[in-house]
T-cell receptor, first 112, second 108 residues
């Protein structure tokens, strides 16, 4: 079974802190994604990566950056957390174009 | 912009009822996905389809490519089916577009 893990299920941070969310997949997938999920808005793509050290902006990249130094690991970074970044963050991976995505359990981030 | 529209947004059913959730999309797709999200966050893929119909247990998914419409049916619904059901489409490239989800509650 494909497994996608995220570093934390729940996280509480203060405004202005630097926040790292990590995602690891064990199926050698090329593609990895970071989404945020907010009530009434559904899943929105923040960034995705189709190869090591490659990244592409999604629909809402402002305030976020990403890092993919190894194929299995994709990190989402909030350089200076703000209260409007309180959300559920979901990581996903997939083997290629048009194929299904496999999701991690999510990290519920609260920024105070 | 809403490339994917789902209806209804919320649905409450009695145990045993037949349930239908609808999804309409406006973009060209390579595949349409139905996802299930239980309270607590984890999302699992139920179906990936590009034509016709698929069945898995009590779940049936259909797609009409010409009408750009898909339905997810649940027969003999059960309280454990209570979850958010999300429709997603995969057009060109690696990006997916997601509906806002249908929150289903099945009452015993």
């Amino acid at each position: 079974d494909v497994k996608v893990t995220q570093s934390s299920r729940y996280l509480v941070k203060r405004t202005g802190e630097k926040v790292f969310l990590e995602c690891v997949q064990d199926m050698d997938h090329e593609n990895m994604f970071w989404y945020r999920q907010d009530p009434g808005l559904g899943l929105r793509l923040i960034y995705f990566s189709y190869d090591v050290k490659m990244k592409e902006k999604g629909d809402i990249p402002e305030g976020y950056s990403v890092s993919r130094e190894k194929k299995e690991r994709f990190s989402l970074i909030l350089e200076s957390a703000s209260t409007n970044q309180t959300s559920m963050y979901l990581c996903a991976s997939g083997p290629g174009q048009g194929y299904e995505q496999f999701f991690g359990p999510g990290t519920r981030l609260t920024v105070l | 912009k809403n490339e994917v529209e789902q209806s209804p947004q919320n649905l409450t059913a009695q145990e045993g009822e037949f349930i239908t959730i609808n999804c309409s999309y406006s973009v060209g797709i390579s595949a349409l996905h139905w996802l299930q999200q239980h309270p607590g966050g984890g999302i699992v893929s139920l179906f990936m389809l590009s034509s016709g119909k698929k069945k898995h247990g009590r779940l049936i998914a259909t797609i009409n490519i010409q009408e750009k419409h898909s339905s997810l049916h649940i027969t003999a619904s059960h309280p454990r089916d209570s979850a958010v059901y999300i429709c997603a489409v995969g057009p060109t490239g690696n990006q997916f577009y997601f509906g806002t989800g249908t929150s289903l509650t099945v009452i015993p």
